[in-house]
C-alpha cells in the first residue's frame, strides 16, 4: 500500500477552483430534484401543495437530492481521516470493521421480524446503529490503550471485527428464509430511497457533531501526516488524537450507514481525487473541499441510478461499486503496482 507523503508548502486553493466547486455544487443541488421518470418544471416550486408533483418534489426528490449531498460528503470526509490517520491512500470509512457491524445489527433485526418502526425510528436503523457503535467498542478493546492505539494495532483489529460481522451476516442469511435472505441482500446494496425529511434529520445532526470535530482537529492530521515523532515533538498526544478521531468518524459512518445501508468506496474515490487535484493544501482546506466534491459525487451517483433503468431503480452502492472497482485498479497502476496481466 502507497503511503501519503505530505508536503504542504502551498497554504491556500486557487480561488478560480473552489468558485467552480461551488457552482456545481449549487448547480446539482438546485437541478437535481427536478431529474427524474417523471418530468417536473420549474412551476412545481409554488403550486399548491396537496398535487402529485408537489409531492413528488417536496417530499421524495428534494429530500433524497440533500440526503445524498450530505451523505457523500460525510463519507468523503472520514475517507479523508481515516487516509491521513493511517497515512495510506487505500484506507476508507469501513475499514474498522463499523459497516460490517451495522450490517449485523441490521440482519438481526430482519431476521427477528421485528416491528417496522418504534418510537418514530426503523428498527433496522437503530439495531444498525447498535451493531456499528459495538465494531467501535470491540476495535478499541483490541487495540487497548497499552499499544497506544498505533495505526497498526487499529488496522488489524478493524479487519479482525470486519471478517468475524461478515462470517455473522453469512450465517444469519443462511439460516434466514427466502424474504429475509432478500431483506439482508438489499439493504447490504446501500440505498438513498427516502420519504420526508427524517432520514436527513438524523444524518445532519448525529454526523454533524462528529463532523464537527474532525475539521476542529484538522492540523492535527497534517501532523499525523508527517509522522507520530514529528506530532509528539510538537505537543500532540497523538494516542488521545486518533481516539478523538476514531470516535468522530466512528460515529459519523455508525449513522450514514445505519440509515442508508453501507454505500462503499465515496470514502476512496473522493479523497483520492481531491487530494490529486488540490496538491500540497493542509487539511484546513482539503477537509471543506472533500466535504463538497463528495456531495457532488454521491448527488450524481443516486441521480444516474434513477434514470439508468426508469422507471426501476438501481441501488446507489451498486453504483458507486462499479466505479469504485476500476478506480481502485488505476490507483494500483498508478503507483507502479500494475497486476502480472496489465504488465
Known amino acids: ?37 417523471t418530468h417536473l418544471g420549474f412551476d412545481v416550486l409554488w403550486a399548491a401543495s396537496g398535487g402529485v ?26 475517507g479523508m481521516t481515516f487516509q491521513a490517520m ?70 488489524l483489529a478493524g479487519v479482525v471485527m470486519s471478517y468475524f460481522f461478515s462470517s455473522l451476516v453469512l450465517l444469519l442469511q443462511y439460516l434466514g428464509g427466502f424474504s429475509e435472505v432478500f431483506q439482508i441482500t438489499r439493504w447490504l ?9 427524517e432520514a436527513l434529520k438524523t444524518v445532519v445532526g448525529a454526523a454533524g457533531a462528529g463532523l464537527l470535530i474532525v475539521f476542529l482537529l484538522g492540523r492535527g492530521l497534517d501532523l499525523l501526516m508527517i509522522g507520530d515523532e514529528v506530532a509528539i515533538s510538537r505537543g500532540v498526544n497523538t494516542a488521545k488524537l486518533r481516539l478523538a478521531l476514531f470516535f468522530a468518524t466512528s460515529l459519523v459512518v455508525a449513522v450514514v450507514v445505519a440509515v442508508c445501508g453501507p ?46 433503468m426508469a422507471p426501476y431503480e438501481i441501488p446507489v452502492g451498486v453504483i458507486t461499486a462499479l466505479l469504485g472497482g476500476p478506480f481502485f485498479l488505476w490507483i494500483l497502476c498508478r503507483k507502479g503496482l500494475k497486476p502480472a496481466f496489465l504488465r
Open 263 to 308: 454505500i462503499g468506496f465515496v470514502g476512496l474515490i473522493v479523497p483520492y481525487t481531491v487530494r490529486e487535484v488540490f496538491r500540497n493544501l493542509s487539511h484546513r482546506y482539503l477537509l471543506p473541499l472533500g466535504f463538497v466534491s463528495g456531495g457532488i459525487f454521491l448527488t450524481f451517483c443516486d441521480t444516474f441510478s434513477r434514470l439508468v
Open 1 to 37: 500500500m502507497k503511503v501519503l507523503e505530505p508536503n504542504f508548502s502551498q497554504t491556500r486553493p486557487k480561488f478560480k477552483s473552489v468558485l467552480i466547486l461551488l457552482v456545481i455544487a449549487l448547480l446539482v443541488l438546485v437541478l437535481c430534484p427536478f431529474i427524474g421518470p
Open 189 to 197: 446494496m446501500g440505498s438513498l430511497d427516502v420519504v420526508g425529511y
Open 53 to 78: 408533483e408537489s409531492d413528488i418534489f417536496w417530499r421524495i426528490r428534494l429530500p433524497r437530492v440533500c440526503l445524498a449531498f450530505m451523505v457523500g460528503a460525510a463519507l468523503s470526509v472520514c
Open 86 to 155: 493511517f497515512r495510506n491512500v487505500l484506507a476508507t470509512p469501513y475499514t474498522l470493521g463499523v459497516a460490517g457491524g451495522a450490517a449485523f445489527g441490521a440482519a438481526v433485526a430482519m431476521k427477528l421480524k421485528l416491528p417496522i418502526s418504534l418510537t418514530g425510528g426503523s428498527v433496522v436503523s437503530l439495531f444498525a446503529l447498535g451493531g456499528a457503535l459495538l465494531s467501535v467498542f470491540l476495535v478499541l478493546a483490541l487495540a487497548s490503550p497499552r499499544r497506544g492505539f498505533s495505526p497498526l494495532a487499529m488496522l
